[in-house]
Structure formats: structure tokens, C-alpha cells
């Protein structure tokens, strides 16, 4: 597991295109940590680097958020889906292999996530603008 430190919401848009980098296009990634934390501008990152121009904000309303760059990428907000009927009704398992997943509120999800998926648990550090990212399933 990498343990990266964060002190800027640019650090951690800096962290998203490397994490692009690594990406072959139909990887699950899976962000743990609540509001606040940086899933969305580390997601807006990655489909950024990833060669989209569409606009990214958690998808808390539609659940999942498309955007078009060198793959298609999938931005879930599993926060307000508490049963395996609710996750269905997302097409979450429809949508697996067919692009980049990226899932904010993972918790929500925790037993239906792919083994092997790449989780990123997102915690605070010890003054406002820092942030710890632990990172597994990914070597970056
Ligand atoms: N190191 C950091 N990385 C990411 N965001 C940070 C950082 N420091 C402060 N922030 C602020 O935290 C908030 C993160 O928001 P967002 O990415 O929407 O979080 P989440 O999707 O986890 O709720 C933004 O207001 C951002 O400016
Ligand atoms: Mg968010």
C-alpha cells in the first residue's frame, strides 16, 4: 500500500494524473472517506488527464456521471444506495469492464466491489488542507 500526503487541492489533482497514468481502461477505483475529503477533485483529475473536457461534480442526484476522454469513464456516488436492489438499479454491474469505474462513498458498496479493484481511503491530516491518501491495488 502507498501512503501519500497531500497539502493542496492542486497536490491532490496532481495525484489524480498520475493515478490516470497508470490506467489501462476498465479499472474499478474505489474511494473511501467522507465529505469533503477531495473524491471529487481527485476524480476530476483523473477525467481530465484522461483526455475528457466534460464537467465533473459528484453525482449524488443521478448516481452515475458519464464522461467521454481516451476511455469511458463511470463517476458513482454510492451514498444514497443502502440495498443490492438500489445497486443494481444503478447498472453498476452492467457497467463493469466497459470503462474506468470510479466510486465515491465506496462503504456503501463495500461487498459488491471487485476483488482486486483499486481502493483509495481518504483521511485527514493534521491541519486543514492535508490529506492522506492510502492507496491499494494500483503501483504508481
Ligand atoms: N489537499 C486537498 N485535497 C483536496 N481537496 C482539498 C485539499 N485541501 C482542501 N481541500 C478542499 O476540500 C474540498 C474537497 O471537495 P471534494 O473534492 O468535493 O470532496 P468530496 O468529493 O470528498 O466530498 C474542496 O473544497 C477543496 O478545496
Ligand atoms: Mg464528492
Redesign the pocket.
Known amino acids: 500500500m502507498a501512503i501519500i500526503k497531500t497539502n493542496s487541492p492542486q497536490q491532490t489533482a496532481e495525484l489524480g494524473r498520475r493515478i490516470a497514468d497508470k490506467l489501462q481502461g476498465c479499472e474499478v477505483i474505489a474511494f473511501f472517506g467522507g465529505?469533503g475529503m477531495g473524491?471529487?477533485?481527485l476524480?476530476r483529475a483523473i477525467a481530465k488527464a484522461l483526455g475528457s473536457d466534460d464537467e465533473v461534480?459528484?453525482p449524488?442526484f443521478a448516481i452515475v456521471n458519464e464522461y467521454k476522454g481516451k476511455y469511458n469513464i463511470y463517476h458513482f456516488?454510492m451514498y444514497r444506495i443502502t440495498s443490492w436492489d438500489d445497486l443494481y438499479s444503478t447498472g453498476f454491474f452492467d457497467y463493469l469492464d466497459t470503462g474506468v469505474l470510479i466510486i465515491?462513498w465506496s462503504e456503501n458498496i463495500e461487498n459488491a466491489l471487485p476483488e482486486g479493484c483499486v481502493r483509495i481511503n481518504i483521511s485527514c491530516g493534521n491541519y486543514d488542507t492535508e490529506r492522506i491518501f492510502e492507496i491499494e491495488g494500483i503501483e504508481l
Open positions: 465529505l473524491k471529487t477533485t476524480t461534480s459528484s449524488t456516488d465515491e
